[in-house]
């Protein structure tokens, strides 16, 4: 295992929101909450929660930080800054990386680990997906680097991107592994794309440090 780079401290022109707020979540509301919009809001969620979100990691490929980042709910509301428009969702993600580094001094690294992975490829008989300024898509539309994370969510292994695709696309796949297709036939079939398994490197997030949210 190697590391791959380190934080130290973000960049002075990071994006950031305009004004945010980390508070301890009223437990009354039993319900968790994502939006995106004018205002970036996570309720009910742990500080691990959001930082896999932010940084696009499954569970099981984070490690390190202290117990309290899984077991403490927490609220965050944060606004974008007037005149940006229309943030796209890894523009959002960027901020949230931003703001837990700013304010919960959350420093991390990654580490590259060599397992068994799923090399995702544009099949031979070409993409079938479309982007999402396409009106004849179907499906969510998702970012790329959530179609990615989705498609190893599903299979159960790490899934290493080697389409070279970016953007926005309609992402909608129908398998079973009983009475339909199977993931990879659906995968090939559905979206153009296919998965041939391997060795890889296949990223690790390490929590080095982080503080507790101070409530403001």
Same mark, same amino acid.
């Given at each position: 295992?190697?590391?791959?780079? !380190?934080?130290? !401290?973000? =960049?002075?022109?990071?994006?950031? #929101?305009?004004? =945010?707020?980390i508070?301890?979540? $009223?437990?009354?509301?039993?319900?968790?909450?994502?939006?995106?919009?004018?205002?970036?809001?996570?309720?009910?969620?742990?500080?691990?929660?959001?930082?896999?979100? =932010?940084?696009?990691? /499954?569970?099981?490929?984070?490690?390190?930080?202290?117990?309290?980042?899984?077991?403490?709910?927490?609220?965050?509301? !944060?606004?974008?800054? %007037?005149?940006?428009?229309?943030?796209?969702?890894?523009?959002? #993600?960027?901020?949230?990386?931003?703001?837990?580094?700013?304010?919960?001094? *959350?420093r991390?690294?990654?580490? %590259?680990?060599?397992?068994?992975? #799923?090399?995702?490829?544009?099949?031979?008989?070409? *993409?079938?997906?479309?982007?999402?300024?396409?009106?004849?898509?179907?499906?969510?539309?998702?970012?790329?680097?959530?179609?990615?994370?989705?498609?190893?969510?599903?299979?159960?292994? /790490?899934?290493?991107? $080697?389409?070279?695709?970016k953007?926005?696309?309609?992402?909608?796949?129908?398998?079973s592994? $009983?009475?339909?297709?199977?993931?990879f036939?659906?995968?090939?079939?559905?979206?153009? *794309?296919?998965?041939? =398994?391997?060795?890889?490197?296949?990223?690790?997030?390490?929590?080095?440090?982080? $503080?507790? /949210?101070?409530?403001?």
């Open positions: 295992m190697f590391a791959l780079c !380190a934080w130290s !401290a973000v =960049a002075a022109d990071a994006p950031r #929101y305009e004004v =945010a707020s508070r301890p979540h $009223e437990p009354s509301q039993l319900r968790s909450t994502i939006h995106f919009g004018s205002e970036t809001l996570f309720s009910g969620m742990t500080i691990r929660n959001v930082i896999l979100l =932010a940084w696009h990691m /499954p569970p099981e490929r984070m490690t390190g930080g202290p117990k309290w980042l899984d077991s403490e709910l927490y609220d965050i509301r !944060a606004k974008v800054p %007037a005149g940006k428009g229309q943030l796209s969702m890894d523009e959002h #993600y960027r901020r949230v990386q931003t703001l837990l580094t700013d304010r919960l001094r *959350l991390v690294h990654h580490e %590259a680990k060599n397992e068994s992975v #799923y090399f995702l490829r544009v099949a031979k008989s070409g *993409l079938r997906m479309a982007p999402d300024s396409s009106p004849s898509g179907t499906g969510s539309i998702l970012p790329w680097s959530m179609i990615v994370s989705e498609l190893s969510r599903i299979t159960g292994w /790490p899934v290493i991107d $080697e389409t070279g695709l953007g926005a696309w309609h992402f909608g796949i129908r398998y592994e $009983e009475t339909g297709p199977s993931i036939t659906a995968v090939q079939e559905q979206l153009g *794309l296919r998965l041939d =398994a391997g060795k890889g490197p296949v990223d690790q997030l390490v929590i080095d440090s982080v $503080e507790r /949210p101070s409530g403001n």
